[in-house]
């Protein structure tokens, strides 16, 4: 098994100088594969291992919680009036925000910064 995985690293980092030099001619990637003699096909399964095995590097770290802290200010009725008071709601995936009016610049900035994933 051992073997198997330093044959596939071996491989990938041939197939990423590869893409690298494609990337770098300044050709299409199909005037390049012409005249490279790489099939296009070829190009485009390195091109896809390479990136399954980036994200699976990833996977681990994209699976964890990440919590950010975010100070409202005080209202005076200690909650909104009403659903007209919203001036904006911003949803990603299944989480919604509603931000009402009044909301600071630095609130509205620590929730978009919550809300975005770990790089």
């Known amino acids: 098994m051992q073997m198997r995985k330093?044959?596939?690293?071996?491989?990938?980092?041939?197939w990423k100088q590869i893409i690298t030099t494609c990337r770098g001619s300044?050709?299409?990637?199909?005037?390049?594969?012409?005249?490279n003699n790489?099939?296009?096909?070829?190009?485009?399964?390195?091109?896809?291992?390479i990136?399954?095995?980036?994200?699976?590097?990833?996977?681990p770290a994209a699976n964890q919680s990440v919590f950010a802290e975010v100070t409202v200010p005080a209202l005076a009725s200690g909650r909104p009036s009403n659903k007209s008071d919203v001036c904006a709601v911003i949803r990603i995936n299944q989480t919604a925000?509603?931000?009402y009016n009044g909301a600071s610049p630095s609130t509205i900035t620590a929730?978009?910064?919550?809300?975005?994933?770990?790089c």
């Not at 330093?6 to 041939?14: N, W």
């Not at 990637?29 to 005249?35: E, L, N, P, V």
């Open 6 to 14: 330093i044959q596939h690293e071996a491989l990938l980092t041939e």
């Open 26 to 35: 300044g050709l299409t990637i199909s005037k390049w594969c012409r005249q």
């Open 38 to 49: 790489v099939k296009e096909s070829r190009y485009y399964y390195w091109l896809r291992e």
């Open 111 to 118: 929730i978009i910064q919550a809300l975005q994933p770990p």
């Open 97 to 99: 925000v509603e931000i």
């Open 51 to 59: 990136r399954n095995e980036a994200l699976a590097l990833r996977a």
